[in-house]
């Protein structure tokens, strides 16, 4: 099969599963059981799907450079151009970043900012490992939702210690306090996009074990994974002797999976 970040669903548990060509693989169901993950040594870019060596989850280099959904503006939303008809692929900038966009709190271990497109949540709050998170502002397009982060990045990281998310280590924030703390930051031309939405979203992950120190793991130095599925968190699978793999970081990759 051909590796792509697994799906999710918000229920009261997030639901994992991995898409493959004969049906979904239910991930959820295979936690607390034995588990063989087998790479085949082929990797696939998954925008020109030719059998490439793979860069940033899943391009090859020349799509790394080129394709839409490897622009600049992915990592510094506040760099898109797809407003003013502009970008690598018009089209596509106008079906994925000409779209309203949220910023949001999260805490994942600490609060931290973020964007995303208003149809990614709570994919993109799960796919982080997010414990919790609320809107802070709700605009019409990418490039507004960058200029606000931004504005917040002296007061706020917009980075996740994946470390301390695995572990389970979260801080304890009042979110709402956070969020409207945030209103006397911004520019009165930013200020106005803050959304009245206060839920506070609560996101519980799989897991029987979350491990005490972390040891990464991957194909390119194990093409053999092995082990006790312990559980999933954000796209992480998480192993028995404190083990974790990144399933995110080998998109494109064929394996198989027993």
Request: net charge negative; charged share 25%.
């Amino acid at each position: 099969m051909l590796l792509e970040k697994m799906r999710v669903e918000l229920n009261e548990v997030v639901q994992y599963s991995l898409q493959t060509e004969n049906g979904n693989i239910d991930m959820n169901a295979k936690i607390g059981q034995p588990i063989k993950l087998s790479f085949s040594g082929i990797t696939e870019c998954i925008s020109c799907h030719q059998k490439k060596k793979l860069f940033a989850q899943g391009f090859c280099y020349d799509c790394f450079i080129n394709a839409p959904e490897s622009s600049p503006c992915i990592i510094n939303p506040e760099l898109c151009e797809g407003h003013l008809g502009k970008g690598r692929d018009v089209e596509w900038e106008k079906n994925h970043h000409v779209q309203p966009h949220v910023v949001y709190l999260a805490v994942s271990s600490g609060l931290k900012i973020g964007v995303t497109r208003e149809t990614q949540i709570p994919t993109r709050w799960i796919d982080q490992g997010a414990s919790f998170a609320i809107r802070v502002a709700e605009v019409p397009y990418r490039q507004l939702a960058g200029q606000i982060e931004v504005a917040l990045k002296q007061t706020f990281t917009d980075k996740t210690n994946w470390q301390r998310m695995l572990k389970n280590e979260i801080g304890d924030f009042d979110l709402e306090t956070e969020k409207w703390q945030i209103e006397e930051l911004l520019p009165n031309d930013l200020s106005q996009y803050m959304s009245e939405n206060d839920d506070i979203i609560e996101i519980n992950y799989p897991v029987l074990q979350f491990p005490t120190k972390i040891k990464s793991i991957g194909f390119d130095k194990t093409p053999l994974i092995e082990g006790t599925l312990l559980g999933i968190k954000g796209q992480y699978l998480l192993f028995d002797g404190d083990r974790v793999m990144n399933m995110r970081k080998h998109t494109g990759y064929h394996i198989e999976i027993e």
